[in-house]
């Protein structure tokens, strides 16, 4: 017990987290070219946030939430998902009085308690970003483009953007009347989860994950044919924005969000290639949150990433993520006058920005060798009496064997050309 990670949590490892670091820079790299900044909130947040921001008929607020007291009894949540609390800074700090669109990026870890599978964690970390300020179908086309262009630009390919339109609380109560009808002849097989939802919220039905339900939504109506004139044209929009861009995309009409307060424009990327949890990037326009949350109504529209799935599908394609270097040089040492003058010399290397290392283990120079070997450094250097003595050294070329003698007050230099 003391000594595991508690169930669905992972350590990064070292030996893997060359991997995370890979990914943050691409991530950061194309999100400075859209011009996107980048936003940290707290890991944790008042509880009524989710409740609102998420909206209470949704999973997560329902049961997936990690929250607690805490001394001052005050209700807190581990944050479940990036967008509410970037809108809950925006809204704080007032950053709808700056030049709009605000346009912020995260990478932030997410707190869900499901059940740990692959692809699904209770840990676990989106790359994401937000629009806020505009109610143009440009932003959802530079939103889903973004995406597109980032997961693109890691080598994936087996991966489908499917886009959908979700409405808006008008034309959603159409819907909703027909989905209720539809679905009530059906609604002693739905899931227990499902019979709550066909009150509060049937449309996520849809996206139950649970093969009767899915069964029994076959043939249901679907919001794209209920559609009001406004968010149609908002539909056509987007579409053409994205063409004109030239990222392809299907329209799948059972893309549901899994949080409310989504409106209009739904988009997730699906890749077949890592099982059942297949989506690897979700969003959509959102632009009932800011006043949900008690701000002014500010339109958004964003996406959540998921890091983990990101990673699974990298793998599955065979994508190799280059490995860091290991040292640049080793500097072995024989006796205490070499030792010190090791010292110096590894500070100095390490000045000039060269990976260096010494042994700190007191290993014999057979030892040292080895343990040279073990982490790949790239070329060894020996010092002992007689080279102090005769002021050269050998530099050996691990991956060669080859030997080149330097004096010694020229190893820096050698070293660093
Ligand atoms: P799912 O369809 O898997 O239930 P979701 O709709 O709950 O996902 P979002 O809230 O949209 O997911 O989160 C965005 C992304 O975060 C997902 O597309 C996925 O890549 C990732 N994600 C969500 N939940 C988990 C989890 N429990 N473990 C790992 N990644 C997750
Ligand atoms: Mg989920």
Known sequence: MLTNAPKGTKDTLPSQVYKWHYVEKAFAEICAKYGFKEIRTPMF???ELFARGVGDTTDIVQKEMYTFQDYAKRSITLKPEGTSP??????????????????YYYNTPCFRYE????GRLREFHQFGIEVFGTPNMLADAEVICLANDFLHSLGIKDIELQINSVGCPHCRENHRK???EFLASKYDDLCDTCKDRYERNPMRILDCKSP?????VKGAPMMIDYLCDECKDAFEDVQKNLTSLGVEFTVNPGIVRGLDYYTKTAFEFITNSIGAQGTVCGGGRYDNLMEALGGPPIPGVGFGLGIERLLLTMEAAGIEIPEPDTAEVFIAVMGD????????????LRHEGIHAEMD????NIKGQ???????????????GDNELAEKKVAIKDMATSQQTEIAIDDILAELTK
């Not at 009767?212 to 029994?216: G, I």
Request: charged letters at 30%; aromatic letters at 8%; hydrophobic letters at 40%.
């Open 337 to 348: 006058d070499a030792k010190a003058f090791g010292l110096k010399l590894l500070r100095q």
């Open 369 to 383: 060798f080895k343990y040279a070997n073990r982490i790949n450094a790239k070329k060894t250097i020996v010092i």
């Open 212 to 216: 009767e339900c899915q069964e029994l």
């Open 86 to 103: 970037v809108a809950r800074s925006f809204v704080e700090h007032k950053a709808y009085a700056d030049v709009q669109p605000s346009k």
């Open 45 to 47: 947040e008042h509880t």
């Open 360 to 363: 700190v283990l007191a290993r």
């Open 115 to 118: 059940k740990p599978q692959s």
């Open 178 to 180: 027909a989905l209720k």
